[in-house]
């Protein structure tokens, strides 16, 4: 796991060095979270590329990056793991090809020397990768399947600069990073801006599942998509047995245990920890070392069930404890999310990972299972909502009104979401449920120069009609999250948090056979076991002694909550207050200020009805668009 920067320049600069070489080493500097193992470049006269290296696999000196190939034609710069190198490697040694390591990164360029742009259909894991082909004169970048590990790119007519992060752009003087309205809306209305945009004009992440190819002679680029979900929806007759899912699930775990350093586990004591627990401890050489959080506010608190299953299991139980949340650890949070970013799960991953990092460099978690297995709540909600039709949920939203307007408040929360859910102009499937505010009511909070912006809806409903070409409507609805909030929020969250801190995560429920084998029977999504994670509940009964196994499987889904508005109202007070003053908010261009204010006197005289979740994005937003305002530190 590291962190990868480059940059090209598509005619001659004489001034290469303080243009880019200079720019790109503090860049590197500044992203040793990323990889405090090693930093270096490579470079000749028109491109540089720069790597962080946290170590994994090969501890040697040998794993280092940028990585030449031993024939000198290829370098390559890696963030992730290739959890099948192994079987690779032989496959290619078989093919007559030798290597000098035993690291992924050889095995990548052996691939790539071996099957061309073919070559990540070969690979098992995560990655963001970049190699120049010295001979074709051809830089390719590549994106694991999901989108797990991050690539953004900035283009204009000269230069060309890719980075894992966006805010490392900044360490380049010469280019303009400017906000795209378009991608703050969607912020606003989904705590996060989906791919491929990103924060800024110019800038967009590679796909997932994509290889993008560029020839430094033509200036062209290439883009070829190597693996698609929708290829996979609605293909299989049959459902799959219990055991086809515990074969596929063993074997994802056990890739994701190779490793040359410890590698722990997150375990909540939740359905999808708790099943990994188990399988960890089946394939593990050595004791199993697990990491929970305990809270003292009872309602969120799941460390008895954590202590229930290692006790069980025999496996270490480390109890963190976490820091108070402080206004320097929100903006470090904020920091570390990159771009603006309104998920408030964001802050005690970050101090979890903190943590976790004093113990282990790699930990197994259960991001994917909820997609998967349809564990979340709003699939319920979503499941009614094509029950009933659109119509009764408006007659409802008239009822609610009526009930307000008689002093009752109890529903005016339900009353909210159906306006936001009936102010939506396309279908956008299960975002419905998660958004904030729909596009077209979030509006009227920004200053637009572009009256006619446009959003998100267009692309989530042609994601909807692409599934639905294979599978219902309902059944389109339910993958809808596997395409938007998984890799846009939840991994994002996962990825800069935890490497924020030096720690890699890996996430077993995401190997692309299995999901693969999902979404090929989603014509069966109705059927019992894809019920609230029944599949994962039967398999934690098969596993877990029956004395627990019982209390731990039949648990609800127990999401990441957190207390936004003690946040607001005590350790993070001076903050907001400076934040959503008067001052602050008429210097920021992109905020209508009076709006902003009135929303948050409402809110601070806590108003029935005032949309808490847009305060906390605000909120967010706000903080980030101050540290853009500084270069995030590149103005020193």
Same mark, same amino acid.
């Given at each position: 796991?590291?962190?990868?920067?480059?940059?090209?320049?598509?005619?001659?600069?004489?001034?290469?060095?303080?243009?880019?070489?200079?720019?790109?080493?503090?860049?590197?500097?500044?992203?040793?979270?990323?990889?405090?193992?090693?930093?270096?470049?490579?470079?000749?006269?028109?491109?540089?590329?720069?790597?962080?290296?946290?170590?994994? &696999?090969?501890?040697?000196?040998?794993?280092?990056?940028?990585?030449?190939?031993?024939?000198?034609?290829?370098?390559?710069?890696?963030?992730?793991?290739?959890?099948?190198?192994?079987?690779?490697?032989?496959?290619?040694?078989?093919?007559?090809? /030798?290597?000098?390591?035993?690291?992924?990164?050889?095995?990548?360029?052996?691939?790539?020397?071996?099957?061309?742009?073919?070559?990540?259909?070969?690979?098992?894991?995560?990655?963001?990768?970049?190699?120049?082909?010295?001979?074709?004169?051809?830089?390719?970048?590549?994106?694991?399947?999901?989108?797990?590990?991050?690539?953004?790119?900035?283009?204009?007519?000269?230069?060309?600069?890719?980075?894992?992060?966006?805010?490392?752009?900044?360490?380049? /003087?010469?280019?303009?990073?400017?906000?795209?309205?378009?991608?703050?809306?969607?912020?606003?209305?989904?705590?996060?801006?989906?791919?491929?945009?990103?924060?800024?004009?110019?800038?967009?992440?590679?796909?997932?599942?994509?290889?993008?190819?560029?020839?430094?002679?033509?200036?062209?680029?290439?883009?070829?998509?190597?693996?698609?979900?929708?290829?996979?929806?609605?293909?299989?007759?049959?459902?799959?047995?219990?055991?086809?899912?515990?074969?596929?699930?063993?074997?994802?775990?056990?890739?994701?245990?190779?490793?040359?350093?410890?590698?722990?586990?997150?375990?909540?004591?939740?359905?999808?920890?708790?099943?990994?627990?188990?399988?960890?401890?089946?394939?593990?050489?050595?004791?199993?070392?697990?990491?929970?959080?305990?809270?003292?506010?009872?309602?969120?608190?799941?460390?008895?069930?954590?202590?229930?299953?290692?006790?069980?299991?025999?496996?270490?139980?480390?109890?963190?404890?976490?820091?108070?949340?402080?206004?320097?650890?929100?903006?470090?949070?904020?920091?570390?999310?990159?771009?603006?970013?309104?998920?408030?799960?964001?802050?005690?991953?970050?101090?979890?990972?903190?943590?976790?990092?004093?113990?282990?460099?790699?930990?197994?978690?259960?991001?994917?299972?909820?997609?998967?297995?349809?564990?979340?709540?709003?699939?319920?909600?979503?499941?009614?909502?094509?029950?009933?039709?659109?119509?009764?949920?408006?007659?409802?939203?008239?009822?609610?009104?009526?009930?307000?307007?008689?002093?009752?408040?109890?529903?005016?929360?339900?009353?909210?979401?159906?306006?936001?859910?009936?102010?939506?102009?396309?279908?956008?499937?299960?975002?419905?449920?998660?958004?904030?505010?729909?596009?077209?009511?979030?509006?009227?909070?920004?200053?637009?120069?572009?009256?006619?912006?446009?959003?998100?809806?267009?692309?989530?409903?042609?994601?909807?009609?692409?599934?639905?070409?294979?599978?219902?409507?309902?059944?389109?609805?339910?993958? &809808?999250?596997?395409?938007?909030?998984?890799?846009?929020?939840?991994?994002?969250?996962?990825?800069?948090?935890?490497?924020?801190?030096?720690?890699?995560?890996?996430?077993?429920?995401?190997?692309?056979?299995?999901?693969?084998?999902?979404?090929?029977?989603?014509?069966?999504?109705?059927?019992?076991?894809?019920?609230?994670?029944?599949?994962?509940?039967?398999?934690?009964?098969?596993?877990?002694?029956?004395?627990?196994?019982?209390?731990?499987?039949?648990?609800?889904?127990?999401?990441?909550?957190?207390?936004?508005?003690?946040? &607001?109202?005590?350790?993070?007070?001076?903050?907001?207050?400076?934040?959503?003053?008067?001052?602050?908010?008429?210097?920021?261009?992109?905020?209508?200020?009076?709006?902003?204010?009135?929303?948050?006197?409402?809110?601070?005289?806590?108003?029935?009805?005032?949309?808490?979740?847009?305060?906390?994005?605000?909120?967010?937003?706000?903080?980030?668009?101050?540290?853009?305002?500084? /270069?995030?530190?590149?103005?020193?």
């Amino acid at each position: 796991m590291c962190g990868i920067i480059g940059a090209i320049t598509k005619k001659k600069d004489p001034d290469f060095q303080s243009n880019f070489l200079d720019p790109l080493n503090h860049a590197l500097d500044r992203m040793e979270y990323r990889g405090p193992d090693n930093k270096d470049i490579w470079s000749n006269e028109i491109l540089c590329l720069g790597h962080r290296r946290l170590s994994i &696999l090969d501890l040697s000196s040998n794993g280092n990056q940028p990585f030449e190939s031993s024939c000198k034609r290829y370098i390559i710069v890696f963030n992730g793991e290739i959890y099948n190198y192994q079987e690779l490697r032989t496959t290619l040694q078989n093919h007559g090809q /030798k290597f000098r390591t035993n690291t992924d990164t050889e095995v990548i360029l052996g691939a790539y020397a071996q099957f061309g742009a073919d070559f990540c259909k070969q690979l098992r894991g995560m990655f963001a990768l970049v190699i120049y082909d010295q001979e074709k004169n051809e830089i390719i970048f590549a994106r694991d399947r999901i989108g797990k590990k991050p690539l953004f790119i900035y283009e204009n007519e000269e230069t060309l600069i890719f980075s894992s992060e966006v805010k490392f752009f900044h360490a380049f /003087k010469n280019i303009p990073l400017e906000i795209n309205e378009e991608s703050l809306l969607n912020f606003l209305s989904l705590q996060y801006i989906p791919s491929p945009q990103s924060i800024y004009k110019n800038v967009n992440q590679v796909k997932a599942g994509e290889v993008l190819i560029y020839n430094l002679k033509t200036k062209q680029k290439k883009s070829i998509v190597y693996w698609d979900m929708l290829d996979h929806v609605g293909t299989r007759k049959q459902i799959p047995s219990l055991d086809e899912i515990d074969q596929l699930i063993e074997q994802s775990v056990k890739y994701r245990l190779v490793s040359n350093v410890d590698v722990g586990l997150l375990l909540s004591g939740g359905v999808d920890s708790s099943l990994l627990a188990c399988y960890m401890t089946e394939l593990s050489q050595t004791k199993v070392k697990s990491f929970n959080v305990g809270f003292s506010d009872q309602n969120i608190d799941e460390s008895s069930y954590a202590k229930q299953v290692s006790s069980a299991l025999n496996i270490d139980l480390i109890s963190l404890n976490l820091e108070d949340i402080s206004a320097d650890n929100f903006s470090q949070s904020v920091f570390h999310a990159d771009q603006p970013f309104g998920d408030s799960a964001m802050i005690p991953t970050y101090l979890i990972s903190k943590s976790i990092g004093k113990h282990v460099k790699v930990v197994l978690s259960g991001e994917g299972a909820d997609e998967l297995f349809h564990g979340y709540e709003h699939y319920g909600y979503e499941k009614y909502y094509y029950g009933l039709g659109k119509l009764p949920f408006e007659g409802a939203e008239q009822i609610f009104n009526v009930i307000s307007s008689l002093g009752i408040h109890k529903f005016d929360k339900i009353k909210n979401k159906l306006k936001s859910i009936n102010s939506f102009k396309k279908d956008i499937g299960t975002s419905r449920w998660t958004s904030i505010i729909s596009p077209d009511l979030g509006k009227q909070f920004l200053n637009r120069k572009n009256r006619e912006i446009g959003n998100y809806e267009n692309q989530f409903h042609s994601f909807l009609n692409q599934f639905h070409k294979k599978a219902g409507k309902l059944e389109s609805s339910l993958m &809808l999250d596997l395409l938007t909030w998984l890799p846009d929020d939840l991994l994002v969250k996962t990825d800069r948090m935890m490497m924020a801190c030096s720690v890699e995560a890996r996430t077993p429920f995401l190997d692309h056979e299995l999901i693969e084998i999902v979404l090929s029977s989603s014509r069966h999504f109705n059927s019992h076991n894809f019920e609230s994670k029944n599949y994962l509940r039967q398999l934690l009964k098969k596993k877990l002694p029956a004395s627990i196994a019982d209390s731990i499987s039949q648990r609800p889904k127990h999401g990441f909550l957190t207390p936004n508005d003690k946040w &607001l109202n005590s350790s993070l007070s001076d903050l907001s207050s400076f934040l959503f003053s008067n001052e602050n908010l008429k210097n920021n261009p992109y905020l209508v200020t009076e709006k902003i204010a009135q929303l948050w006197t409402d809110y601070k005289g806590q108003k029935i009805g005032t949309n808490k979740r847009l305060v906390w994005n605000l909120f967010c937003f706000l903080e980030w668009y101050r540290q853009h305002e500084t /270069k995030f530190g590149f103005n020193s």
